[in-house]
């Protein structure tokens, strides 16, 4: 895959109802949407800036969809920036909980067939 084929992929997706535009082919074992030419989320965040994200930085999510590829809800950020939103969203800290913690906080949660279902309204 091309990088104009991947921005005419992205290009197509229409937003869920969370205005997330998921990622509609291959899901890492971790959640992220992932082509031969790297991560996807990674890949529109640099569309968007019109650069290549900074060294030790990362690409962020402020809806906490990891398939999601919708440039306004990425941002660039260090490993801090994403531990303190993490933080200010789920002040408990129980990201990573059981059922009672994704029921909470609205975390995202796979289904039957691996994908994730949940996510974070903006």
Not at 75 to 100: C, H
Request: aromatic share 10%; net charge positive.
């Amino acid at each position: 895959m091309t990088l104009d084929e991947f921005y005419k992929i992205c290009d197509a997706i229409v937003p869920d109802e969370y205005g997330c535009h998921r990622w509609p082919r291959a899901i890492d074992d971790k959640g992220y949407g992932r082509t031969k030419i790297g991560k996807v989320h990674r890949l529109a965040l640099e569309r968007k800036l019109g650069r290549p994200i900074r060294r030790g930085f990362h690409a962020l999510h402020h809806c906490d969809y990891k398939p999601c590829v919708n440039p306004d809800h990425l941002y660039e950020g260090t490993d801090k920036d994403n531990v303190r939103d993490r933080s200010e969203r789920y002040p408990e800290g129980a990201v990573k909980g059981g059922k009672a913690c994704r029921e909470k906080y609205g975390l995202p949660e796979r289904n039957s067939k691996g994908q994730w279902t949940k996510r974070i309204n903006l």
